[in-house]
């Protein structure tokens, strides 16, 4: 067992997503970023979709009840084990009555705790991460409990590994999306052109952006839309859906973001800026 003391900002637990019911309304959820899920599971070598914590911008604090292997992820929040630093993408082993706290936010925006063979909390509709829409708790509060299985030998292929920080890319690699030609060469220039702040309206559903590009008379039915869609609102407004998003909309799907470019978008907070040719188109949709 793992207990909350303080339970930070937004922590959840989170694995790769539910997938199978989008058709009766139901969004994927999952990790906001993939590769930080990723790369924790894999040091570890815990199955692929083993469920973590997902810890947004204040981390919590942390008891351990059994001995296990944890794993950092993501971004980097000053977290130290008894007190004494320890750094992210790399396997370290925990025993009863150790304490994990999480400082000072030094680089991205969401942190991963992985540990050996991952939380066991229930599946609903074969995932066990939480959903506004569908889970009985959305995000941890303080005192809560998770189970896990414990571990007291475990010898990791790779201890640690060094990755090149995605944090401070401001290219978000796309596809056309399905009303992609409807755009205008106003619109194209200034969606290709310009320079891109993320707003305040960013959570699990969707990202916004401050700037816009021109809007549009465009009358469609509501259509099928995924994570990574982004839309066009009739006043020109670009909305980025995230991992929590609608299953579909009624505004053209003028772009979709690769997995790594959400997984970009996942670790950036409001007002972060991206420059000029903020999207690049990689491949048809």
């Not at 351990?64 to 977290?79: D, Y």
């Not at 003028?254 to 470019?261: R, S």
Request: glycine letters at 8%; hydrophobic letters at 35%; aromatic letters at 8%.
């Amino acid at each position: 067992m793992l207990k909350l003391l303080k339970s930070g900002f937004y922590t959840s637990v989170q694995d790769k997503g539910r997938f199978g019911y989008r058709d009766k309304g139901v969004p994927v959820s999952g990790a906001m970023d993939g590769l930080a899920l990723s790369m924790a599971n894999a040091l570890l070598e815990n199955e692929e979709d083993a469920a973590v914590l997902e810890i947004t911008m204040t981390g919590p604090t942390i008891e351990f009840e059994e001995n296990t292997f944890i794993v950092l992820t993501g971004a980097k929040m000053s977290a130290t084990l008894n007190n004494q630093p320890i750094s992210n993408y790399k396997v370290h082993e925990v025993g009863i009555g150790d304490i994990l706290s999480y400082g000072k936010l030094e680089n991205g925006f969401r942190s991963y705790l992985a540990v050996k063979d991952g939380f066991t909390t229930p599946k609903v509709l074969g995932s066990r991460s939480f959903s506004k829409a569908l889970t009985r708790v959305t995000y941890l509060k303080d005192r809560s409990i998770l189970p896990y299985t414990p571990c007291s030998i475990f010898k990791p292929k790779i201890e640690e590994i060094k990755i090149d920080s995605y944090f401070e890319e401001k290219v978000l690699e796309v596809a056309k999306g399905p009303e992609y030609n409807m755009l205008g060469d106003k619109q194209l220039e200034k969606l290709f052109g310009y320079d891109f702040s993320i707003a305040k309206e960013n959570n699990r559903m969707a990202y916004q952006l401050n700037e816009t590009i021109h809007g549009h008379e465009v009358s469609m039915l509501t259509s099928a839309t995924l994570p990574g869609t982004v839309q066009l609102t009739p006043a020109g407004k670009l909305i980025l859906l995230m991992k929590d998003g609608q299953t579909t909309g009624g505004y053209p799907r003028i772009l979709q973001l690769t997995d790594k470019a959400i997984s970009i978008l996942a670790q950036k907070n409001s007002g972060i800026l991206f420059l000029s040719n903020c999207f690049k188109i990689c491949k048809p949709l």
